[in-house]
């Protein structure tokens, strides 16, 4: 991508839509310190975020859900209070190691409140359906101390209806208590329900803006689509 400026205020959702492959992965791999910009700022509260690493950007308040569940979220060997303390395990540390128990009340806790099935913090993620091991990574990503902004990539793919409402409903209420969100979504009618704002892009570059009220509109998904193939 190149030329492109966007900003996400506290208390809203910022979606992304454009064709596959006209660079919203690698904006999200850039901003999440997964690859390297070749030039740019990234600013976090107006605190500069360059040059760091994906675990001090973590600790600067950027949460991430990563497209790609498997080979980012989750580590699948590992159980579901694991992975819901993955990245952030030094919250956890007593003086003699992990404190289990203090896991094992943190897991029962965000199992219960984003509906994670079996509800069994010892349950290995291999086991999961798609739709519960992604309830997982939100579930992680919400909680991390300090968060100002998550970026949430294909928040929605591969997992069932039950699923999707879940996932929606905990990053509508984020949303509501503050949290900015930067959403991209292969879903054209995820983003429009979700999204404050839209942002279009095509061949590498920002088209288009669409406010609240673009979106409400009865064409609104047409407009979009064509605005992503270059023929709005």
């Known amino acids: 991508m190149a030329g492109v400026s966007l900003a996400v205020r506290g208390g809203e959702i910022v979606g992304i839509a454009g064709v596959e492959g006209n660079g919203q992965s690698e904006l999200f791999e850039a901003l999440a310190g997964l690859r390297s910009a070749a030039s740019g700022a990234v600013r976090v509260g107006g605190a500069p975020v360059d040059g760091l690493a994906p675990r001090a950007r973590q600790e600067r308040g950027i949460g991430h859900v990563p497209e790609d569940r498997h080979q980012r979220g989750l580590v699948l060997d590992l159980t579901v209070e694991e992975n819901l303390v993955l990245g952030r395990q030094r919250g956890f540390a007593g003086p003699f190691g992990l404190e289990r128990a203090k896991i094992r009340a943190e897991a029962e806790k965000r199992i219960k409140e984003s509906d994670i099935r079996p509800p069994d913090p010892t349950a290995r993620v291999a086991g999961l359906s798609g739709g519960n091991q992604q309830k997982l990574v939100v579930a992680r990503e919400l909680a991390r ?18 699923a999707i409402e879940q996932i929606h409903r905990q990053l509508v209420a984020a949303r509501d208590r503050g949290l900015a969100i930067l959403l991209v979504s292969a879903e054209l009618s995820e983003l429009k329900a979700l999204s404050d704002r839209l942002l279009v892009i095509y061949k590498g570059r920002l088209a288009a803006e669409l406010d609240g009220a673009a979106l409400a509109a009865p064409d609104a998904l047409e407009r979009v689509g064509g605005l992503m193939t270059g023929a709005s």
């Not at 101390?145 to 039950?162: E, M, N, S, W």
């Open 145 to 162: 101390p300090g968060l100002k902004i998550l970026l949430c990539a294909q928040p929605t793919r591969g997992v069932d209806i039950g």
